[in-house]
């Protein structure tokens, strides 16, 4: 086992050194030059102080400054990738990248990339936890009797909101939501962290704050409902099928021992990658919900830093992205092993 | 024997009866014979088949399955149907194009009652008039009408005549944008609508404010003098009032109309009207257009194609009678009947009708005029005129995009009269002969006055296409590497695997995020955007596509005819794509099906969040950005129902074909369930 853990590290570091090469190289092509931004507002900042035929010069002499200072000043894809890691020295002599725990800077913030990050991803990993939760809770038991009591009515019904369900995009359920209960009913407010306005202190914070997440909770429980019910009572459907319920109903045993023990274990093997992977996805935040509501996560950053060309800012949330992806399927592997003896034995 | 067969002729249904005709008549007795034979023996015919004698290949048997799921059937039809639409709709649609605005038209609910006259108004026709989504009619009785949307978007006013204002008589009435005024009999000025600026009354804001001028106070105490009132028009959020003795009352909103200052306190003005951004008007001397700045309008010419001319030069001594401005465009009527024009006209206009071309057969489409044929009276929509001739023609051009330039051939027409978008022709007495133009939006117009009904369609072209290139590409590539990768096994497979393994497991919506923000910041075409969007669209789709054969070749390597095959010496690759796909095809097609609603759902999400397609190309995503707020989404409900109703119920549709192809493949799941 230990020896199998070490391998899939090893597997994961050159994936992970591979891709972000790749992503690295593909955002170079991006046309944002950092250095001849800086460097064209210093001298528009020093404008009069210098002679017209001088500020060529200058300019030149800035740019150069700026693009050592940011280690810009080569065109090989490599160094550059190199230097933003941290193993290849900046024109300083002095290494300065991710090992040395500089993951960058951000421009639109004006501050290291690290510190923006950290409540973002604490606000969407909460929540999204939370809302993960509850929908297991509420889909896995749903999906279960669904397929127990296949055509019945009931299941009809479930089936019925499942599909339509999973055929709405989650910006519309989100849509419906607001005008529901914001616009119309006014039990929640539309969007925001907290009361504009107001600095309230102690419990009344927490309670203000938990007003606020309230209904993106509520939101993405429900949009997260009819996939999760749809997969459930599929591979629910198929365990039943299996020989093995047949021969357990034959051995006389109670009902819910059948489904419960012998063909939820088997149901469970497939949704396993699907239930971590859900788990994983939370540090993605949930785009259309962030931004939506204004809700300040991990998708609103990203989406913002998207939209305002924050370079270093994507670049990180890339690379967490890229790492977790692989983490994800490392730990789904594992759990394969729990949950199904038999991939335990073959390892 | 012949009874029998005659009995059995008898049974035959319409459609076989006319299927073994066609076949007699065009093929010739030995196929009638072959194919409809008419001597099988009654035995034969009575003998129940026995079940082993039927031979129903899988994939009939799915297709008979498929058959019997009605709302599967139906799944099907709406999807073909939804297909047709939007690649066949935007053949109806010439005027349709993605970047169409229109101010006086924005945020308006399904309507379709632009152009039809009040019934009661009918017979009795004063004045009509209209600026935007509305029109106002008058009746000699003096009973005020509104027609059209009454119920405005922008600013959630209503411009029905106010209960109080309902019984009295009124002598002239005139509508803006948001607002009507009208002149009673007892020369009392009055007002309703949107007066948020100053468009009627005197309300506090409308008197400090400086960039209002407030209707005069004179004029709002003691009212006009009916008698002496020459002309009453309405701009976008302004009113003038014209009197005989060239004497002006102009009041509204002057930020739209920066030339109005000019205006007031004129004293000799023979004519006015509004454009949508100035003021313009005729003096007494009657040798030019008057707009208080320097440089406007001072270019004239006879059609919208011809050669300009210095105004001066091109009267050459001809007196301006009658003023009439369209929002960009002016037309002057001459005093020898002929008209000239100025300004900017759209660019699928209508032409104005040659003058003096009696030669053109009767009843052509463009009808010239005739020798001593001179233009009467000109009235103007927001892109259109309508003019009338001294021979009772009427004739339109201009702006065209709702058909308001393109006029019947009409008889006997006194009056003419015209809303923003629509002519109305009346006779002698009142009476309405008929009404060309726009009816309306049926499922009304977004925030920048566009057909959201159009855009759906259009929209739908472009969220289907991308949906199912991707997909194509996503089946290409994913079923292309599964196969080689099940079939070949080896280090092959481990690689490809692998590479499928670290593509899946990326969080689908941000890596797409960041990598549409990266085309946006090409320089491209909207076409290679277009298909870019498509291409990232399918990047991590791929995986499920490859797995999916991988597994199932797997299976079917095992299988019996393919080793038949490979000890008779087929090559691999053969094996591969002509032995083992079609067996695996079924599998493709419903993970297709899925994947195709997916990538809808995914392109019309991105194209939410603004990234993916982007205005003015419309696309079911993009079209919802707006209801992002909530605000919007509940005033203007029309905006966002009906693209997300039609964009679920496709989606909806195209998860049940899939599930039931899904269904009826599985021979598990097809005997009870």
Redesign the interface.
């Known amino acids: 086992m230990g020896r199998y853990i070490a391998k899939r590290c090893l ?1 994961i570091i050159v ?1 992970f050194i591979l ?1 972000t090469f790749l992503l690295f190289s ?2 170079r ?3 944002a030059n950092r250095a001849y931004t800086d460097a064209k507002a210093e001298i528009q900042g020093l404008k009069n102080s210098i002679p017209a035929a001088e500020r060529e010069t200058k300019f030149d002499e800035l740019y150069l400054k700026y693009q050592r200072l940011y280690g810009t000043d080569t065109d090989n894809t490599v160094i550059l990738y190199l230097r933003w890691v941290g193993v290849y020295p900046f024109y300083d002599g002095k290494c300065n990248g991710i090992f040395q725990g500089n993951f960058g800077h951000s421009y639109e913030y004006n501050a290291p990339v690290i510190q923006v990050i950290g409540p973002c991803l604490r606000n969407s990993m909460l929540i999204g936890l939370v809302s993960e939760i509850f929908i297991l809770a509420i889909t896995i038991p749903l999906g279960i009797k669904c397929a127990v009591r ?2 019945t009515p009931f299941d009809r019904g479930v089936q019925a909101f499942s ?2 369900g ?7 359920i ?2 419906l939501f ?2 529901l209960f ?3 009913l006014g039990w929640f407010p ?2 925001g962290m907290k009361t504009p306005g107001s600095d309230y202190q102690g419990a009344k914070k927490v309670l203000d704050t938990l007003w606020h997440i309230s209904l993106p909770t509520i939101c993405l429980i429900f949009s997260g409902l009819a996939y999760n019910i749809r997969i459930t009572r599929a591979s629910m ?1 198929d365990a039943l ?1 299996l020989d093995c319920i047949r021969t357990a109903r034959a051995k006389g045993l109670s009902q819910k021992a059948v489904i419960y023990s012998h063909a939820w274990r088997n149901a469970l093997i497939p949704l396993v990658s699907v239930f971590v992977g859900g788990f994983f ?1 939370i540090i ?2 949930a ?2 919900m962030e ?2 509501f204004g809700f300040k996560g991990m ?1 609103l950053l ?2 913002n830093s ?2 305002t ?1 924050d370079y270093d800012m ?1 670049m990180f ?2 690379v967490i ?2 790492f ?3 983490v ?2 490392l730990v789904i592997d594992l759990c394969y092993g729990i949950v199904d003896p038999r991939v335990r034995i073959s390892k | 024997m012949a009874k029998k067969d005659q009995k059995k002729r008898k049974s035959e249904n319409i459609f076989r009866k006319l299927a073994r005709w066609f076949v007699r008549v065009f093929m010739g007795l030995k196929y009638e014979e072959k194919w409809f034979p008419r001597n099988a023996s009654a035995e034969e015919e009575d003998k129940k088949p026995d079940d082993s004698e039927f031979i129903v290949s899988p994939a009939r048997q799915a297709f008979q399955g498929y058959l019997e799921r009605k709302f599967a059937v139906v799944a099907f039809f709406v999807v073909v149907f939804m297909f047709l639409t939007v690649f066949i709709g935007p053949l109806f649609m010439p005027k349709y194009y993605d970047a169409y605005t229109e101010v006086t038209l924005k945020n308006l609910p399904p309507n379709l009652t632009m152009m039809s006259v009040p019934s009661e108004l009918k017979n009795d026709i004063k004045m009509i008039d209209s600026y935007g989504p509305f029109s106002v009619g008058l009746s000699n009785a003096g009973k005020v009408y509104v027609w059209g949307c009454t119920e405005l978007g922008a600013s959630g006013m209503n411009v029905k005549v106010p209960a109080e204002y309902r019984d009295i008589k009124m002598a002239m009435v005139a509508a803006g944008v948001d607002h009507i005024i009208a002149i009673g009999e007892d020369g009392k000025i009055y007002g309703w609508g949107s007066d948020r600026f100053g468009q009627y009354g005197r309300s506090q804001n409308s008197i400090e404010s400086s960039t209002i001028e407030a209707m005069p106070e004179e004029l709002y105490e003691n009212g006009v003098d009916l008698a002496h009132v020459k002309k009453l028009t309405c701009g976008y959020q302004a009113t003038a009032i014209l009197m005989d003795d060239g004497r002006i009352y102009i009041w509204g909103n002057k930020q739209t109309y920066s030339n109005m200052e000019n205006f007031i306190g004129k004293e000799d003005i023979a004519d006015v009207d509004f454009t949508l951004n100035y003021v313009v008007g005729i003096t007494n001397k009657r040798n030019g257009i008057y707009t208080g700045t320097r440089g406007l309008y001072d270019m004239a010419r006879t059609k919208i194609g011809g050669k300009t001319q210095k105004m001066f030069e091109f009267l050459n001594g001809r007196k301006i009678e009658e003023i009439t401005a369209t929002t960009a465009s002016i037309c002057l009527l001459l005093d020898d009947g002929t008209i000239a024009l100025t300004g900017d006209f759209p660019a699928d206009s209508i032409e104005v009708p040659d003058l003096a071309v009696s030669s053109l057969p009767e009843g052509a489409k463009a009808p010239g005029l005739e020798e001593d044929e001179r233009f009467v009276d000109i009235k103007a929509g927001n892109y259109h005129f309508t003019a009338l001739t001294n021979h009772g023609n009427v004739y339109s051009f201009g702006g065209d995009h709702y058909y308001q330039a393109e006029a019947p051939i009409l008889d006997n027409v006194a009056k003419i009269y015209t809303g923003a978008f629509q002519s109305y022709a009346v006779d002698a007495n009142g009476d309405y002969i008929d009404a060309w133009g726009f009816k309306g939006f049926p499922l009304g117009s977004d925030d920048v006055g566009a057909n959201i009904f159009e855009r759906i369609i259009a929209g739908g072209r472009i969220t289907m296409t991308v949906g199912a290139v991707a997909v194509i590409i996503e089946i290409l590539i994913g079923v292309s590497l599964g196969c080689i990768s099940g079939y070949y096994g080896g280090w092959v497979d481990i690689l490809i695997m692998r590479i499928a393994e670290v593509f899946s497991s990326l969080p689908t919506i941000p890596i797409m995020l960041i990598l549409t923000s990266l085309i946006a910041q090409m320089s491209l075409t909207t076409n290679q955007r277009l298909f870019l969007i498509m291409v990232v669209l399918e990047i991590l789709g791929w995986p499920g596509f490859a797995n999916i054969t991988r597994a199932q070749i797997l299976v079917a390597r095992e299988s019996e005819y393919v080793t038949a095959a490979q000890a008779m010496g087929v090559k691999e690759g053969r094996i591969a794509f002509k032995h083992i796909l079609p067996n695996i095809i079924t599998v493709i097609l419903v993970s297709m099906t899925l994947s195709f609603a997916a990538a809808m759902q995914t392109e019309t999400g991105l194209s939410f969040l603004g990234f993916g397609v982007n205005y003015p190309q419309p696309s079911w995503g993009n079209m919802l950005t707006k209801a992002s707020n909530a605000t919007a989404a509940k005033n203007f409900w029309w905006q966002w129902v009906f693209t997300s109703g039609i964009l679920i119920f496709v989606g909806v549709c195209i998860n049940t074909i899939g599930d039931t192809i899904r269904d009826v493949m599985d021979p598990k799941s097809s005997s009870d369930r």
């Open positions: 597997y994936v891709l593909l955002y092509l991006m046309p296949r055509n599909l339509v999973f055929s709405t995009p989650s910006f519309i989100y849509i607001i005008l914001s616009s119309i539309v969007a459907l099928g996805s993605g935040g785009i259309f931004s939506m998708g990203l989406f998207t939209k060309a994507i949330i890339q992205f890229v977790i992806g692989l994800a399927n």
